[in-house]
């Protein structure tokens, strides 16, 4: 099975030798990890993500399994059909891909905040740029997050016929790092699919282009890729990951 994992925003594929997704390069050892900018905007992600897509599969159905951001990536590269890569591309499974938007990212990139929250807005903003002192409020992935540029994204990267999508989403907490934003969702979220969330990406944002395709994790957003950043020294989740995991590819391989 030529199977490709793309990873999502802000963390790269590798990083003080920790995977993005946690043990999956021994659990899939012929499958294709591609780095792409952590902070890029969707098209410039997309058209790394078909390049080395192309040179790692020169030939044969492939299927991608996407976090986060990285769904959105790979619904760029199949709509615009970089690489000629549309016809090849049998399933897309996104995991936790924000296909509506995300109100963290339009509280991150000051786009939105409801007037009684702006506040704890502007607190949560401040605490999680203070984590990552290299991201810019308005570089591109966070752009590309926000709930004003997905509407845009849906109408310009719809569903390509003949590839089979599925979406999957988490609704719990895990690493203490995304338990203010969890909350923050909770509060903005108008109905029980919006409040239910993993930290960063609600259930409703998440479900695309229809329904979940099983029930959402009981996982954060950190979680969903096997780690858990309140469990040193090596940092793995609770959650059962790998076989969550399973389900997607064995899904995805089925048809």
Avoid at 113 to 134: D, H, I, N, S, Y
């Amino acid at each position: 099975m030529n199977l490709v994992f793309a990873s999502g925003f802000l963390v790269p594929q590798s990083l003080a030798g920790k995977d993005y997704f946690r043990g999956l390069r021994q659990q899939y050892p012929g499958a294709l990890f591609p780095k792409v900018d952590t902070i890029g905007d969707v098209a410039d992600r997309a058209g790394q993500l078909a390049a080395q897509v192309a040179a790692g599969f020169k030939d044969g159905d492939i299927q991608i399994v996407a976090h986060s951001m990285g769904g959105l990536d790979a619904r760029y590269l199949l709509a615009k059909n970089l690489n000629s890569l549309a016809g090849r591309v049998k399933s897309l499974s996104m995991i936790a891909t924000p296909h509506w938007g995300s109100p963290v990212a339009d509280l991150l990139t000051g786009e939105a905040a409801p007037l009684p929250l702006r506040v704890l807005a502007a607190k949560l903003t401040e605490g999680f740029l203070a984590q990552f002192p290299g991201l810019n409020k308005k570089a591109g992935a966070l752009q590309a997050l926000t709930t004003a540029a997905a509407q845009q994204f849906n109408r310009d990267n719809p569903q390509v016929p003949g590839v089979s999508y599925y979406a999957y989403a988490g609704n719990g907490t895990g690493s203490s790092l995304l338990v203010p934003t969890h909350g923050y969702l909770r509060l903005v979220g108008t109905t029980s699919d919006e409040q239910d969330n993993d930290g960063l990406v609600s259930v409703a944002s998440a479900s695309w282009p229809a329904a979940l395709a099983e029930a959402p994790w009981a996982t954060d957003h950190i979680g969903e890729v096997g780690y858990d950043l309140d469990a040193p020294p090596d940092f793995a989740t609770s959650f059962p990951y790998l076989a969550a995991i399973g389900r997607v590819v064995a899904r995805a391989a089925a048809g």
